[in-house]
């Protein structure tokens, strides 16, 4: 965490783990955290994540599956792959792929301020009035991808990769989470009240729900988030931002993750390795037992 502190003094690497740390309100609670993460009291009783699954189902609404009619149409298809198609007759800047024209690029341009004074400034004050009916411990973070990391995205997206098909329809369009907003909660429980509150909130402006809690990603099964797509409107022209759900355990987790391992911007050797998965681990049977505890507690 010492590296990882000076890394977010040094430079726009910033986390949430971190400015927890450095808040003097926060960092008491982020530190219980980290402690309880380096243990792996929990995770190391069992030889894998999938075992304690087994053996620890989740309980509770946050475990059931995303039901179809959220991210489908009634006939099937993507609801977020036809918004899609219908903003891109609407705003032009969406169909821009890997080699923008100079005229393409002053729509770029113009793109990013939006969505750094439009977009993103509306989608946090939406978040925002969530979090203060959850109450002083739910914080809401945000931001806007520069036009740069933008294009750099399409570029990688069309372009082909180990283990990953090129996608040359790719385009600006695309990025879905071109806005991010996250609302950190502090457990299990409110997590579950905020999912239900935006589900009613935002009624058919969600796009697509991917429940991590219900249904784990392959590749990284100990990733716990609820990413949201939520489509908004500025200026007259539509658009979408990325709502991540948390809680504080699991987002110290894969904040650190992130930063040492999925974008390696402070390096850390085998052995550091081994141990960041295994928090990672660790605050995904955490975050399991304390759905279980607070069914009980309700019976």
């Known amino acids: 965490m010492v590296r990882l502190l000076a890394d977010h003094a040094a430079t726009d690497h910033r986390l949430n ?24 009291a929990t995770i190391s009783q069992y030889g894998s994540l999938s075992d304690f699954l087994v053996d620890n189902p989740g309980v509770g609404n946050l475990f059931d599956p995303v039901s179809d009619g959220i991210n489908t149409t009634p006939d099937g298809a993507s609801r977020m792959k036809a918004f ?23 729509l770029l341009d113009d793109y990013g301020i939006r969505l750094r004074r439009r977009v993103l400034p509306a989608a946090k004050r939406e978040i925002a009035a969530l979090a203060e009916l959850l109450g002083g411990q739910a914080l809401v973070s945000a931001r806007a991808k520069k036009v740069n990391d933008l294009l750099n995205k399409v570029t990688r997206m ?18 879905i989470d071109a806005v991010g907003v996250r609302l950190t909660v502090p457990d299990m ?15 058919d ?24 797509i939520i489509s908004i409107e500025t200026d007259g022209l539509p658009c979408t931002y990325e709502l991540q759900l948390t809680t504080q355990r699991a987002s110290i ?39 279980i505890e607070q069914d009980d507690d309700g019976q």
Do not use: C
């Not at 904040?255 to 141990?275: G, L």
């Open 17 to 40: 783990a971190t400015e927890a740390l450095l808040d003097p309100g926060r960092r008491p609670r982020a530190l219980d955290l980290l402690v309880e993460l380096a243990r792996t």
């Open 84 to 106: 899609e198609a219908a903003a891109r007759l609407r705003d032009s800047v969406r169909a821009v792929g890997p080699n923008p024209t100079p005229t393409e690029l002053t």
């Open 205 to 228: 402006r969600i796009l697509e729900i991917e429940n991590m809690y219900a249904q784990p990603k392959a590749q990284a099964p100990s990733y716990r988030v609820i990413p949201i």
């Open 158 to 175: 069309t372009s082909d990769r180990p283990n990953r098909p090129a996608r040359p329809d790719y385009r600006i369009g695309d990025i």
């Open 253 to 291: 987790a894969a904040d650190i993750e992130h930063n040492t391992i999925y974008k390696p911007y402070v390096n850390i050797d085998e052995i550091q390795e081994a141990a960041v998965k295994d928090a990672m681990r660790e605050a995904a049977a955490l975050d399991q037992l304390e759905s």
């Open 189 to 203: 429980a409110t997590l579950e009240i905020a999912l239900g509150m935006v589900k009613e909130r935002f009624g």
